[in-house]
């Protein structure tokens, strides 16, 4: 058992509001310069819709993740090139996203309003290309297509919207039944990364401290294997520098015990983060489940923390004690683990993302009936089969087609809003509350635990940052006799002075 740490993170998306201040906050940090002008680590993306860039989804057209090899062992490979197999395609990708598919950067000649002459026209500012400098008419940027503009453009194309059929895509697209839910997006850090794996430099690795995957710039070669090979497009090339880069979540905040910006500047408060222990011995045979299997799969690969037996083994791999205690109190084990409400994106990819989402409950129970707006139901589960979203589009995006895990986590959800309305209305009995709740595999208790969390949580709540021993791990690496013992590092117990 080679039990390792890892910073995850949750993101609920009943609570985004698609305010995209995480964006931006992300952007003024880590992208505000020369070669990063198009890049959105952190972006936030209307669903349906094709994404950024677009129709990122599709693997037939870019070719990211891991894919089966076909051979009858269950093995898998990188869907595009291998860190030797990519040497022959250096100078030609035909995976590679083009300039078009994000967007060209754009200012406008502001000088022009203050240069301009005596006129009868109003003057304007044109806008010209941020990397060429030359005049430029717009005809895309970031998140345009927010909030379904030109739905039958840009949601109609959605790849995820396939799983559907013709009835419920007509559907989706009428009028008054026009739906959509916001969907935010950084690097997921993969327990098992397609960037890392394709990268005939080797300048991507996940740090063994916190398994947050990096990019080291000296080692970089610009050879942009990486970008065509994650299937999440969170890797971008600098046209400036001719380096690659990504979302390092913040480490610096992180090792200062700060939480990453877009956390931090969340209006919604949607985000959780914190740290899970889990198996890397499994990662080869949950790679090779079959795609309705790979939810459970990954759970199991997530260990419990206060299990005995993994603590002891957690300290003989070398993860401190405060890094378990860590474990202990991190929401995104409770929302991954033993609630089962936080599910992976496209996890078909094979790349086991360290990220979880909370799919959304508004889209799919909001009805209108006249001028009144109804979510609720004689029936209480019943709305999920009358829904507006289908349940088939959101088990495409979080569970790999697995409709059951998504009924599973929205049952639960609207579960715990009818135990919360009883204990405010009183409209229930509680014979009824507690047969919903026994519906939904919940008990009061941890109805009233998903409440607290969800709706009321504390910043230390939310965010649950572990000690990363940074200090202490380099000065294990100039000595490690004086540190005999020292955990948390990737260290074994450093042997015995030689007399």
């Not at 969800?454 to 572990?466: G, M």
């Amino acid at each position: 058992m080679d039990i390792r740490s890892q910073v995850s993170m949750v993101f609920h998306l009943d609570k985004c509001i698609g305010c995209h201040t995480c964006s931006i906050a992300c952007k003024n940090v880590w992208t505000d310069r020369k070669g990063a002008e198009y890049m959105w680590w952190n972006n936030v993306e209307t669903k349906p819709g094709t994404g950024f860039p677009t129709a990122w989804e599709d693997q037939d057209q870019y070719g990211g993740g891991w894919e089966k090899t076909g051979n009858g062992q269950g093995l898998v490979k990188l869907r595009t090139n291998g860190r030797y197999r990519g040497i022959a395609n250096i100078f030609y990708n035909p995976k590679l996203p083009l300039l078009d598919d994000y967007y060209e950067p754009w200012t406008y000649r502001y000088q022009d309003l203050f240069t301009a002459g005596p006129s009868d026209d109003q003057p304007i500012a044109r806008a010209v290309s941020m990397i060429t400098g030359k005049p430029i008419e717009i005809e895309a940027g970031p998140n345009w297509d927010d909030d379904l503009s030109g739905s039958t453009i840009y949601a109609a194309n959605d790849p995820n919207l396939a799983a559907l059929t013709p009835a419920q895509r007509q559907q989706m697209f009428e009028v008054e039944r026009l739906v959509f839910f916001y969907l935010p997006r950084i690097c997921n850090h993969c327990s098992n990364p397609s960037c890392v794996a394709s990268c005939p430099s080797g300048a991507l690795y996940k740090r063994g401290e916190d398994g947050i995957v990096v990019l080291n710039q000296d080692r970089c070669r610009g050879w942009r294997m990486c970008v065509s090979s994650c299937p999440y497009k969170k890797t971008y090339f600098n046209w400036s520098t001719g380096k690659s880069e990504k979302c390092i979540l913040c480490y610096p905040r992180l090792e200062s015990g700060q939480a990453p910006a877009c956390f931090h500047s969340c209006v919604g408060r949607i985000r959780y983060l914190g740290v899970v222990l889990y198996d890397a011995d499994k990662i080869t045979d949950v790679v090779r489940r079959p795609d309705e299997e790979l939810v459970d799969a990954q759970r199991e690969m997530i260990l419990d923390p206060h299990d005995p037996e993994v603590i002891r083994q957690a300290r003989a791999c070398g993860v401190h004690d405060s890094v378990i205690e860590a474990a202990q109190k991190s929401p995104v084990y409770k929302f991954v683990k033993e609630w089962g409400l936080a599910l992976p994106l496209h996890i078909e990819f094979r790349t086991m993302p360290m990220l979880f989402y909370v799919p959304p409950l508004l889209p799919i129970l909001g009805n209108g009936e006249g001028d009144v707006y109804d979510t609720t139901s004689n029936d209480f589960f019943g709305t999920l089969d009358q829904n507006r979203l289908p349940v088939e589009y959101l088990a495409r995006l979080f569970s790999a087609g697995n409709v059951g895990k998504i009924r599973y986590a929205l049952r639960k959800m609207m579960a715990v809003r009818y135990f919360r309305r009883n204990e405010t209305v009183g409209d229930l009995s509680q014979a009824q509350v507690d047969a919903l709740l026994a519906e939904a595999d919940c008990s009061r208790e941890e109805a009233e635990a998903i409440y607290k969390l969800t709706s009321l949580p504390l910043f230390d709540e939310r965010f649950v940052i572990p000690p990363t021993h940074r200090e202490e791990a380099i000065a294990a690496l100039h000595d490690p006799l004086e540190f005999k013992g020292a955990t948390g590092f990737g260290f074994r117990e450093a042997p015995e002075r030689a007399p």
